[in-house]
């Protein structure tokens, strides 16, 4: 028998799938073209062991701090730790080892600091940039117009493998509102690409809007409570 909360999750995660399927098909894309990031934050590990046991090996966190408890307590797993949260210039020690991927990169310090850390633990990782495509003060993010200049200081320091943007839409009830974001990020997206940047990832939508990312592209999705249920309000 299976437990309760490997039920649910199981449960969830089938109808997520599901929708995220579907969106795709209403976008005239496959399915097999949208990943769903598993976003993990504030759930325990006895959480993460029921969605490791339907084959998910990959959590996106936001605390770098989360992920130290989490990996001691999930000593005996297989897991990429995916680090989508803001990240201070101080963490980066930590990132370096335990990260296997940054979605959050937003700013020329982080990417210095980050860089000298990895070829200390003789690392690379896979990174996103974060472009702010709101204009909310509480989110983080490169300001879109920097994204170029951003883009070419990064090809020296090739311990980060810059693979695509990620960003965060406006809260709003207005879907037009959200999907302005979204689409903004896929045309910066297509920007760099005209200027030699291949950028084949965009990391957009969470469980509230994720059809509206899909519907402009994106290739992965951060799905938490509609995988692992209700969360705390903060984060
Ligand atoms: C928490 C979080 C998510 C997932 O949010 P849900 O609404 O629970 O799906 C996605 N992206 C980021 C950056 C987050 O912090």
Redesign the pocket.
């Given at each position: 028998m299976m437990s309760t909360l490997n039920h649910d999750v199981a449960t969830r995660w089938a109808g997520v799938r599901q929708r995220v399927d579907e969106a795709c098909r209403e976008a005239g894309r496959a399915p097999a073209s949208v990943d769903i990031l598993p976003?993990s934050?504030t759930f325990g590990p006895e959480m993460i062991r029921a969605a490791l046991a339907l084959g998910l090996r990959r959590f996106?966190e936001?605390k770098v701090q989360e992920i130290g408890e989490k990996s001691l307590a999930l000593a005996d797993c297989d897991i990429d730790w995916v680090m989508?949260?803001h990240l201070q210039t101080n963490k980066a020690r930590e990132v370096a080892r335990q990260v296997a991927e940054l979605?959050?990169l937003d700013r020329l310090e982080l990417a210095d600091v980050l860089h000298r850390r990895l070829q200390h633990e003789g690392r690379a990782i896979d990174v996103l940039v974060q472009v702010k495509t709101s204009s909310e003060p509480s989110k983080h993010g490169l300001p879109p117009e920097q994204l170029l200049s951003f883009l070419d200081a990064l090809r020296g320091r090739d311990t980060l493998r810059v693979r695509g943007l990620m960003t965060?839409a406006t809260q709003s009830d207005d879907p037009a509102q959200v999907r302005g974001c979204f689409r903004r990020l896929r045309e910066l997206r297509d920007q760099a690409g005209a200027e030699g940047h291949d950028l084949p990832r965009l990391s957009m939508g969470?469980?509230?809007d994720f059809p509206l990312a899909i519907a402009e592209g994106a290739t992965e999705v951060?799905?938490?409570?509609?995988i692992f249920g209700a969360?705390p309000a903060v984060?």
């Open positions: 976003v934050k996106g936001n989508i949260g979605q959050s965060l969470m469980s509230g951060r799905i938490g409570s509609a969360r984060r």
